[in-house]
């Protein structure tokens, strides 16, 4: 089975901080996606990538940025930590489109 | 674009008895249509999924989900439904010619009662 590790479970930061958020998958698989999940809002796309080195925005990039050096590691990286940012982020993998394997999940709170 | 569309945000039921979540889709195009399922501080799992063939897709637990380019819609069923089946659940769908992006509804939560 594919497997997404992410590497916080739960995170606590201060505003203004810059945060890092890791994720990693095993299976070989070009796509990768971070979202964040929150109440009532569903899922919503902060950024993607198709292949090592490249990124796309997603429908809410701002505040964030994001990094893939190597083809099994996407993170995600918050350049100055803001309160409205606390939420559940989410890793996602992908082979061509034929369904996303997550991770666990990151609960981070910004205080 | 696609969009998705999940009407209910909450659906309570007693325990054994039958369930349906609704989602229903727009696009111009075909697409490929996914159910998720998370449970309480997990990340999402991958409960069934239409790609072509039958419009009938089933899941190992019982789930099942039909594919009705009509009414675009993709309805999740169950005849009869556990505790251990309280969770939310996802409804997602993707262009099946391009681009890998799913776009997600808002989620619906099955709280399954004694």
């Known amino acids: 089975d594919v497997k997404v590790t992410q590497s916080s479970r739960y995170l606590v930061k201060r505003t203004g901080e810059k945060v890092f958020l890791e994720c990693v998958q095993d299976?070989?698989?070009?796509?990768m996606f971070w979202y964040r999940q929150d109440p009532g809002l569903g899922l919503r796309l902060i950024y993607f990538?198709?292949?090592?080195?490249?990124?796309e925005k997603g429908d809410i990039p701002e505040g964030y940025s994001v990094s893939r050096e190597k083809k099994e590691r996407f993170s995600l990286i918050l350049e100055s930590a803001s309160t409205n940012q606390t939420s559940m982020y989410l890793c996602?993998?992908?082979?061509?489109?034929?369904?996303?394997?997550f991770g666990s999940g990151t609960r981070l709170t910004v205080v | 674009a696609q969009s998705v569309t999940q009407l209910d945000s909450q659906v309570p039921v007693f325990e054994e008895a039958p369930v349906e979540l609704r989602c229903n889709y727009s696009?111009?195009?075909?697409?490929?249509l996914f159910w998720y399922v998370q449970y309480p501080n997990q990340g999402l799992q991958l409960l069934l999924k239409?790609?072509?063939?039958?419009?009938l897709v089933e899941s190992i637990n019982g789930f099942e989900a039909e594919f009705n380019k009509s009414q675009t819609s993709f309805h999740l069923r169950k005849p009869s439904v556990h505790i251990s089946d309280t969770a939310e659940y996802f409804c997602?769908?993707?262009?099946?010619?391009?681009?890998?992006?799913?776009?997600f509804g808002t989620g619906t939560l099955l709280a399954v009662q004694p």
């Open positions: 996602a993998s992908s082979f061509v489109n034929y369904g996303y394997t």
């Open positions: 299976m070989d698989h070009e796509n």
């Open positions: 990538s198709y292949d090592v080195k490249m990124k």
């Open positions: 696009s111009s195009v075909s697409v490929y």
């Open positions: 239409y790609l072509s063939g039958s419009t």
């Open positions: 997602a769908v993707s262009p099946s010619d391009a681009t890998n992006k799913l776009i």
